[in-house]
């Protein structure tokens, strides 16, 4: 069964840093691409961040020069995605899903509808 599992969130003041994991297991996902979203109360999911199969990125504008991600596939039966979270904003406040979608199409990366799968999500909450 596949199963994508968040962790590293927390409390931290404006201006710090968070590292974000995400363990995907239960089926190869080298050949998906992997993404970041968030979703703060009362508004839709986010597109944060993506990487395809391919390693290449893609990133929201609003965290772009602040917000990195990455993924390690060297383990066929645990893909690892991160997201390395700097110049933390209050804005940035949300709870963030990884996911995987089996297209690597960009446009298509940045939408919530092009992932098959999602974490339960972790929960950022930055603070003045």
């Known amino acids: 069964q596949e199963q994508l599992v968040e962790s590293g969130g927390g409390l931290v003041q404006d201006g710090g840093s968070l590292r974000l994991s995400c363990a995907a297991s239960g089926r190869s996902f080298n050949s998906y691409a992997m993404g970041w979203f968030r979703q703060a109360p009362g508004k839709e999911r986010e597109f944060v961040t993506a990487i395809t199969s391919g390693g290449s990125i893609i990133y929201a504008d609003v965290v772009r020069g602040r917000f990195t991600a990455s993924r390690d596939s060297r383990d066929n039966a645990r893909n690892m995605l991160y997201l390395e979270m700097n110049n933390l904003k209050l804005e940035d406040t949300a709870v963030y899903y990884c996911?995987?979608?089996?297209?690597?199409?960009?446009?298509?990366?940045?939408?919530?509808?092009?992932?098959?799968?999602w974490g339960q999500g972790t929960q950022v909450t930055v603070s003045s």
């Open positions: 996911s995987a979608a089996r297209t690597n199409h960009i446009a298509t990366l940045r939408t919530a509808r092009g992932y098959s799968y």
